[in-house]
């Protein structure tokens, strides 16, 4: 790991280009854990093709969605108040359906699985429960977390078991648990994960709330809430 | 409007946004200056933002000392005599130059690389997905990771990233 963190010196900005030079030439073979630079700066660019595909696909979307858009079709006056109502109609339900479209784009855009969990142990009887939990939450097997979350009483765990639901597209089960611990401590982001959930289940209103009320010590949310509130409206 | 911090402070909106501010004019210069067709024009200039994008992202362009269409024309220029070189040669030449083949044989090997990379990294789960991207891509350090993914201090994040890189090279192997 010590010579991990003298390879990752290099993708350190402080670093001057002489500096990375030198390193470069140190450590141009493989080391310790056959791990190389060249190994890290493959993983650098192999995520910046994945940006750049992301990026080309919206881009090229924003295209097919420009030609997907109907043409306007000339029409004889005695027809007007036919098409009238029926373009009224149409409207309508564009309408709810674009909400619902706008609503899950915007929970793909917003949503990402906490994580901060790294560090959590149990420390009595419940261990293994929680920790097969946690296993099985880091390896986004949501199914058996919650299932294991689900034996263990108490708020954090609660909390996991409620962010396991979602990932299963539980929205409404996924709300119920975390309703069942409104008093959890404030570092945990429940009202921001709880109004995805309602955004999922396209209940602005309720979402809406949860938004407004995460709290500001929790600045990251603070700010993705605030970004998300600054869109629905 | 001050694109380069636009695009630092919301990206894919401001990438939307110039496509569709500069689109029809850039591929209309293109398909008049170099005859392509509206395709190939479109496919240029997609590469193009994202080009711009990534000389944002990388400082490379930090101060925009021309318009912004300007800009975007004069990258364009490039990518169309690019794109024009490389018909030629394909027309001109149907089996790779002798020359050239071990150039293109490293370059086959590296791509296949980084498509074995991209499998794994997708295998490997959203959590360590985000601590590597943003450690080795963005370039957040370790204390900005912990705050951004809502860690509980910079040495988790290093011994989970560890964990991580570890991960990956197992699954690296496993597809080989």
């Not at chain 1, 419940?126 to 009483?153: I, M, P």
């Not at chain 1, 089960?173 to 709880?194: C, H």
């Not at chain 2, 001050?2 to 401001?14: G, L, R």
């Amino acid at each position: 790991m010590k010579n991990l963190d003298l390879l990752d010196s290099w993708f350190n900005v402080k670093l001057s280009d002489h500096q990375k030079k030198k390193l470069e030439s140190e450590f141009i073979n493989t080391v310790d854990d056959h791990i190389t630079l060249k190994d890290l700066k493959d993983i650098e660019e192999t995520f910046k093709r994945i940006d750049t595909k992301n990026k080309l696909t919206m881009l090229k979307e924003l295209d097919s969605k420009e030609k997907s858009r109907p043409t306007i079709v000339p029409i004889t006056s005695s027809k007007y108040i036919l098409v009238a109502a029926s373009v009224l109609l149409i409207l309508g339900f564009s309408w709810l359906f674009m909400n619902e479209d706008n609503n899950n784009s915007l929970y793909t855009e917003f949503h990402e699985p906490y994580s901060s969990i790294a560090n959590k142990r149990s420390m009595d009887s419940q261990k293994n429960s929680l920790d097969q939990a946690y296993e099985y939450y880091l390896s986004g097997d949501y199914q058996l977390a919650e299932e294991h979350f689900a034996e263990v009483q108490n708020d954090t765990a609660q909390f996991y078991r409620a962010l396991s639901l979602m990932e299963i597209n539980e929205h409404q089960r996924s709300i119920d648990v975390m309703i069942g611990i409104q008093n959890i401590s404030e570092n945990y982001p429940i009202q921001f994960y709880k109004g995805l959930s309602y955004l999922k289940l396209n209940d602005i209103k309720a979402a809406t709330k949860e938004f407004r009320e995460v709290p500001k010590v929790q600045t990251y949310y603070f700010k993705r809430a605030a970004a998300l509130l600054k869109k629905i409206q | 409007m001050d694109w380069i911090t636009e695009v630092k402070n919301n990206e894919n909106e401001t990438l939307c946004l110039v496509y569709k501010k500069y689109r029809n004019s850039v591929t209309a210069w293109m398909m008049k200056t170099y005859k392509l067709n509206h395709e190939d024009a479109l496919e240029i200039f997609q590469q193009c933002v994202i080009q711009f994008y990534h000389n944002v992202r990388e400082k490379k362009l930090t101060v925009l000392t021309c318009k912004l269409d300007t800009y975007l024309i004069g990258i364009s220029n490039n990518m169309c005599k690019a794109f024009l070189r490389k018909r030629k040669l394909r027309s001109t030449y149907d089996f790779p130059l002798l020359i050239h083949q071990n150039e293109i044989e490293e370059k086959e090997e590296q791509e296949s690389k980084y498509a074995l990379l991209e499998k794994s990294i997708q295998k490997l789960g959203e959590n360590c997905q985000n601590i590597l991207r943003l450690f080795y891509y963005e370039r957040y350090n370790m204390e900005q990771i912990s705050l951004t993914l809502n860690f509980k201090n910079a040495n988790t994040v290093k011994t989970q990233k560890y964990k991580c890189i570890k991960r990956l090279q197992k699954l690296v192997a496993g597809l080989k």
